[in-house]
């Protein structure tokens, strides 16, 4: 903290303060011995590092920031004298009392601003007081509530005691003149006063990490508003009378909503930092592609939790070792990753000599002690793996393979790296723990305690007391556990769900919360009872009439502060939708198992909250509820039916229609054969429209469909209702709902997204009730289910699209931070086995070397790769010698070796003596030509790894950090990243049962797959099938022949909603012959956000399948398919065609 020079005191305030006792008597007198005392007033408030909790009782436990001792915020002072009855009223200006407003035991005018006397605070010492500190003026209504009810005053203002006040200690709320000197925070945090031994003690300051925003280290930065300046003690005790001088104290009043004004202010500058860091579009590349980077090679919690999933010595690591073991593990990799030579140490003892001067074997000995013996000694395999692995993927795998280390620069890329995650993290941790005590504050009731001199007759203070509330509750709830912690609140006290009920009288308060509490409970029963909805609009008119009388202005609340109470009711929502949400969930989970389904248990667990929420917005909005109609009935059930048959109908002409394209892809049907089946699949489709129209708006709270089902809402503004049903037809179409509920703020769209919500969850429970029935099949509802949740989630859809619309319309986003990427896994490389014995198998080895290097030579010939073309070609070379040497050696052993077995038994011995030094030769001879061509092997393998990366090496050449760096934007350099992790792959599967290919985008969840433009193109390689021409003598030739349409189709989703979209392409037999070649490429939206299409191709060349006499053996497992750059010669470029999920082959049409 930046120490300042002590204000200077003029000299009139020094005489003042001087006590008289100095002039009037040598001997001076007692401390509070007089009948009167005067008190100074200052509040209770945060500070910057004076925390006085060890010596004086606190009131409230703060830990992001400590609570001491401040001077009053301006506002006003109102102390009412226990014993006289009268009510002490005193305006505060700069932390100092200037006017005594009102000085009575009764009040008459809401509004005082003459002076009626001294502004001094001179009271009995045998007197019992009652103080309050307000920000606002009390109305002459509010103080009659604390003068005529003495429990009012006990609950809402502080009892002071003077009598027990003591002259050093001072007492509950009140301070010595000693005390105030040390720790009021104006007067003694900047103090550089001598201690004992005549040393200066300098405040502390606070350490920041590199990068903190300069503002971070400006003192009370994180103030509302900025009132700390240094004060001298005098300055307040000048204001002492003379006959007070030894008979004063310091008065110290509550100020909670300071208190939460300060911490709501803290949250936004925290916020504001991050965001501006996330503004900073070169270091946050850096970051971002740095801390990817790291993550690669980095053993922590995340990485072990990740491979754990595959890999059960991992697992068995982390279930058999605590987070302390495991941080000795993580400390103990690091430091052998980096340390350039560990050593060899021998013996435990030795270990533990070089401890003491070497950081790896002292890193060694940690993890060892931290581990114990028998635990390390099980483990050590698996963290020597994890040791293997961080040093392969920094210096590469295989030999001449570049690593991590020669694509980047490591050292600086890590110290930044490190100084952005310090930074980061000490900014997120304060972020948190200033959250944590906003919330802890909050749902102690401290906020609506304190709130209760609001007068809610006048519109100034409602309007007052709703942006109050809102900057005290806003953006409080970071996680589901901060969430269910203020829901839990809520539940507790009732009169939270309007707000001025917590100003009303104690005896007020509990009359309003039994009456709510049970219009609660009437709530359930008539919900719970489709016949009895009618009851539901008298609990809402009993509701608005309990509203209206208790709170006089409660019909101006509702319209002309309408919009504060929308910003008001969404900082709310997420814990009024808690359970709502939880018990959404558990209903559709019985609904996928065919269970029944319990209506009625929805508004029955829904919460307290919830429900007087919807008769609060009924009653303001003048809505109504009521049972669907038996026509609307009637209506819902023949469009339901109806749509059931139709998608039935579907189902089997994309059954036909796909079966006459795999007919096609055979050359047993004529291309186009399929149009027929195509008009008829457009006509099903097109009659679906209406009727799924009709069933969305039934499933739409606010539908305007006239087909209903379950619980129907009357009264919605018709502008609003068109809204609804506009945006829920939006979604079905596109996913999303792009444009806003334009109609929103205009209509009665304000404060009513909570009610839709809830209302949507119960027609959608209602529903799937009704669906589930014990005389329909799985298979018949398993039709429509998926059509059905569409058509919900449009409802739900519409409903989200309102509330954001009108939140966005009254308040800007109050905080933001950096965008987070979702990576996948990475995929590993496909690793080939060779090596050296008898000569047969080695030249089986060069020949395979020989065709897998032609195929690298190649790749690199089409992309014009040079340098590995070179690499290549001495690999070439280097597996041609191999192959012609190990096959001459192999010929010339073989014809010794036969010429010895046609030997005689009893000759054999000998001949084998004869021979063996022709075999030596042989063998010699091979070896020595074999060792100039492994040497030229080698070395262009090594060349080729080198200059051969992979594509994820390729992106970090060129990242921010790479050695290659193009210095791309965040977005650009993200783009590249994602085309790398989220880039399909694609296998070739045989079991006993099928052939197939199997795809997987990691870059998309199944859920998604409808909307982020999934588009193929494919040939098929063939012969043109002459059944319907005239005899040729010869076969047709091999040609590629665009087939899109006929492999679109095949396609089968094979993962869950929420998991990356995995789909199987099927083989048939029929297809599995030696002409049989497949190339496709696939291409989808790379970001949901931007219109970036990446494409992926793949060729199938080799099934696997082996031909020899007549015996055809396929070869069942799993064959990794490499992308390929371009499709090959010959396929021509035919458009993309776009699928989604309804057209594949097993799509539950």
Same mark, same amino acid.
């Given at each position: ?71 009053? =915020?301006? &506002? ?40 009626? @006397?001294? *502004? ?46 003591? *002259?050093?200690? &001072? ?118 592609? $740095? ?12 990485? #072990? ?40 140490? @021998? ?62 620069? =490591? /050292? ?111 709530? !359930? ?77 929805? !508004? =029955? ?44 109908? #579907? ?31 457009? #006509? ?12 969305? &708006?039934?499933?739409?709270?606010? @539908? ?90 449009? $409802?739900?859809?519409?409903?989200? $699209? ?25 995929? &590993? ?54 192959? @012609? ?74 990242? /921010? ?16 990243? /994602? ?87 099927? !083989? ?32 199938? =060349? ?7 006499? $007549? ?32 057209? #594949? ?5």
């Amino acid at each position: 903290m930046t120490t300042q020079q002590p204000p200077r005191i003029s000299a009139n305030t020094a005489a003042m303060a001087k006590s008289v006792k100095d002039v009037r008597s040598p001997l001076g007198v007692c401390p509070l011995m007089n009948k009167n005392l005067q008190l100074l007033p200052l509040r209770y408030g945060l500070v910057e590092h004076l925390d006085p909790a060890a010596e004086l009782s606190m009131p409230l436990k703060i830990k992001s920031q400590p609570l001491g001792i401040r001077l009053l =915020r301006d &506002g006003y002072l109102y102390i009412i004298d226990g014993t006289s009855g009268y009510l002490h009223e005193y305006s505060v200006e700069n932390g100092q009392i200037t006017k005594l407003l009102w000085n009575s035991t009764e009040v008459s005018a809401d509004q005082r601003t003459t002076s009626v @006397g001294e *502004p001094h605070l001179v009271f009995p010492r045998q007197h019992t007081l009652y103080a309050c500190y307000s920000e606002i003026q009390w109305t002459a209504f509010k103080c009659a509530q604390v003068l005529t009810s003495k429990d009012d005053r006990q609950r809402f203002m502080q009892r002071v005691e003077l009598q027990s006040a003591c *002259p050093l200690r &001072g007492g509950a709320n009140l301070l010595s003149k000693p005390q105030a000197d040390k720790w009021l925070a104006e007067v003694a945090e900047n103090a550089q006063l001598p201690d004992a031994a005549g040393i200066t003690q300098l405040p502390p300051s606070k350490a920041f990490p590199d990068g903190a925003n300069p503002e971070e280290k400006r003192p009370y930065h994180w103030e509302d508003q900025p009132l700390f300046q240094d004060t001298a003690i005098e300055t307040l005790t000048s204001k002492v009378l003379g006959a007070y001088q030894d008979d004063y104290l310091f008065l110290v009043l509550r100020d909670d909503i300071g208190v939460m004004r300060d911490l709501a202010a803290a949250q936004l500058k925290v916020a504001d930092w991050i965001e501006q860091w996330s503004a900073d579009d070169r270091r946050q590349t850096q970051y971002m592609s $740095g801390a990817y980077i790291q993550s690669l090679y980095d053993v922590n919690d995340s990485r #072990l939790q990740a491979l754990s999933a595959t890999d059960a010595d991992i697992q068995a690591l982390r279930d058999e070792t605590s987070e302390a073991q495991q941080a000795s593990i993580y400390e103990f990799l690091k430091v052998r990753r980096d340390h350039k030579d560990p050593g060899i140490f @021998g013996p435990d003892q030795h270990w533990r000599r070089a401890a003491e001067v070497n950081v790896y074997a002292r890193a060694f000995i940690d993890m060892k002690d931290a581990l114990g013996t028998p635990l390390y000694e099980k483990h050590q395999r698996t963290i020597n793996t994890l040791s293997v692995q961080s040093w392969q993927t920094l210096h590469g795998k295989e030999l001449g393979q570049r690593g991590i280390d020669d694509l980047v620069d =490591r /050292a600086a890329m890590e110290a930044f790296v490190m100084a952005e995650q310090n930074l980061l993290s000490h900014w997120h941790a304060r972020l948190q723990i200033i959250r944590d005590d906003r919330l802890n504050l909050f749902t102690a009731g401290l906020f609506h305690r304190a709130a209760w001199y609001y007068d809610f007759i006048l519109d100034a203070q409602i309007k007052h007391r709703l942006e109050t509330e809102f900057v005290c509750v806003a953006a409080m709830c970071a996680d589901q556990k901060a969430t269910e912690k203020l829901a839990a609140y809520l539940e507790s006290d009732l009169l939270t769900v309007v707000p001025g009920l917590d100003t009303l009288t104690l005896a007020e308060q509990v009359d309003v919360a039994k009456k709510l509490a049970e219009l609660s409970k009437f709530t !359930i029963n008539v919900l719970s009872a489709p016949d009895s909805l009618a009851g539901f609009n008298v609990l809402t008119n009993q509701f608005h009439l309990l509203m209206a009388e208790r709170l006089p202005n409660y019909n101006n609340l509702n319209t002309q502060f309408m919009g504060l109470q929308s910003m008001l009711e969404e900082a709310y929502n997420p814990a009024h939708q808690l359970k709502s949400a939880d018990q959404l969930e558990r209903a559709y989970d019985n609904f996928k198992q065919a269970q029944n389904i319990d209506p009625n248990g929805y !508004i =029955r667990h829904i919460g307290a909250p919830a429900r007087l929420q919807l008769l609060r917005e009924f009653s303001r909005q003048g809505l109504t509820l009521r049972t669907a109609s038996v026509a609307e009935v009637r209506a819902f059930n023949d469009a339901r039916e109806q749509s059931m048959k139709l998608r039935s109908q #579907l189902k089997e002409v994309y059954r036909l229609r796909n079966s006459e394209l795999r007919q096609q892809s055979t050359g047993y049907a004529l291309p186009g054969s399929e149009a027929a089946y195509n008009q008829r699949i457009n #006509l099903l489709k097109a009659a679906l429209v209406p009727l799924e129209d009709r069933l969305a &708006g039934a499933l739409t709270v606010g @539908g305007d469909s006239p087909a209903q089902i379950g619980t129907v809402i009357d009264g919605l503004d018709p502008q609003l209702r068109a809204e609804m049903t506009r945006t829920a037809r939006d979604f079905r179409a596109t996913g999303t709902f792009n444009k806003p509920l334009l109609a929103a703020v205009k209509s009665k769209g304000d404060g009513i997204a909570l009610v839709l919500f809830v209302i949507q969850g119960l027609k959608f429970i209602e529903a799937l009730s009704a669906l589930v029935k014990p005389n329909r099949s799985l298979t018949d509802w398993g039709i429509f289910i998926d059509s059905f949740i569409g058509m919900s989630a449009a $409802g739900f859809a519409a409903v989200q $699209g309102l509330l954001v619309t009108i939140f966005q319309a009254h308040i800007e986003q109050m905080e933001s931070a950096a965008g987070k990427l979702n990576t996948m896994s990475r995929l &590993g490389h496909w690793a080939g086995i060779s090596g050296f014995g008898a000569f047969a198998f080695g030249a089986l080895a060069a020949a395979i070397d020989l065709g897998k290097h032609s195929s690298q030579w190649g790749r690199a010939l089409a992309n014009g790769n040079y340098k590995g073309l070179g690499a290549s070609t001495l690999q070439i070379t280097g597996d041609g010698i191999l192959a @012609g040497t190990n096959t001459w050696a192999a010929k010339h052993t073989g014809s010794i070796i036969k010429s010895i077995l046609l030997a005689p038994t009893e000759l054999r011995a000998l001949a084998w003596a004869e021979a063996s030094p022709r075999l030596l030769a042989i063998g010699a001879r091979a070896n020595l030509i074999g060792l100039i061509a492994t040497a030229l092997q080698l070395a262009g393998e090594g060349l080729y790894n080198y200059f051969n990366l992979d594509d994820l090496q390729v992106w970090m050449e060129n990242s /921010a950090w790479g050695n290659k760096s193009r210095h791309r934007s965040l977005q650009d350099e993200w783009t590249e990243l /994602a085309k790398v992790v989220q880039k399909p792959t694609c296998d070739l599967i045989r079991d006993d049962k099928k052939t197939y290919l199997k795809l997987v985008l990691p870059g998309i969840s199944t859920q998604e797959m409808d909307h982020r433009k999934l588009q193929l193109q494919a040939y098929q390689q063939g012969r043109d099938n002459y059944v319907h021409q005239p005899y040729r003598p010869t076969l047709p030739p091999l040609r590629w022949k665009e087939s899109t349409a006929i492999w679109a189709t095949r396609f089968i989703v094979v993962s869950e909603e929420q998991q990356a979209l995995t789909l199987h392409l099927p !083989i048939n037999n029929s297809e599995q012959t030696s002409d049989f070649a497949l190339a496709f490429s696939i291409a989808y939206q790379l970001e949901a956000e931007r219109d970036v299409l990446h494409h992926t191709t793949f060729v199938l =060349r080799n099934l696997y399948i082996t031909r020899a006499y $007549g015996t055809t053996i396929k070869t069942e497992g799993t064959f990794r398919l490499d992308s390929v750059e371009n499709m090959p010669p010959g396929t021509g470029k035919a458009p993309f065609k776009l699928f989604i999920r309804d057209d #594949l082959a097993t799509a539950n049409a």
